[in-house]
């Protein structure tokens, strides 16, 4: 099993930067891919970023140049560094862990970022 627990959210103005951050903890060894999916109301959850065990980044053309994934393996920590940020980005924000092998994945409880206009 997996744990994650998402921080960082908030309300910034148009232009400004966030920097979202998900704590991994239980079996880590397990997963595959760790990505960044964000959701809003009436719309299905979309992926933003993923990043593979071996590093490997994609990204949603949305968000392609302004946004960031990275991980900390030391601290069991993986980033989205979101720079440029539009009205249109608000959301909530969720890290998912993709586990290894077919086991299913893990969702964080989300957090909200809110950019105004």
């Known amino acids: 099993q997996v744990q994650l627990v998402e921080s960082g959210g908030g309300l910034v103005q148009a232009g400004g930067s966030l920097r979202l951050s998900c704590a991994v903890s239980?079996?880590?060894?397990?997963?595959?891919?760790m990505g960044w999916y964000r959701q809003t109301p009436g719309k299905q959850r979309e992926l933003v970023a993923a990043?593979?065990?071996?590093?490997?980044?994609n990204y949603a053309d949305s968000v392609l140049g302004r946004f960031t994934i990275s991980r900390d393996h030391a601290r069991n920590t993986v980033y989205l560094q979101m720079n440029s940020l539009k009205p249109e980005d608000t959301a909530v924000y969720y890290c998912r862990a993709t586990m290894k092998w077919g086991s299913g994945y893990y969702w964080g409880q989300g957090t909200q970022v809110t950019v105004s206009s």
């Open positions: 990043i593979t065990s071996g590093d490997s980044t």
């Open positions: 239980g079996s880590i060894f397990a997963i595959n891919v």
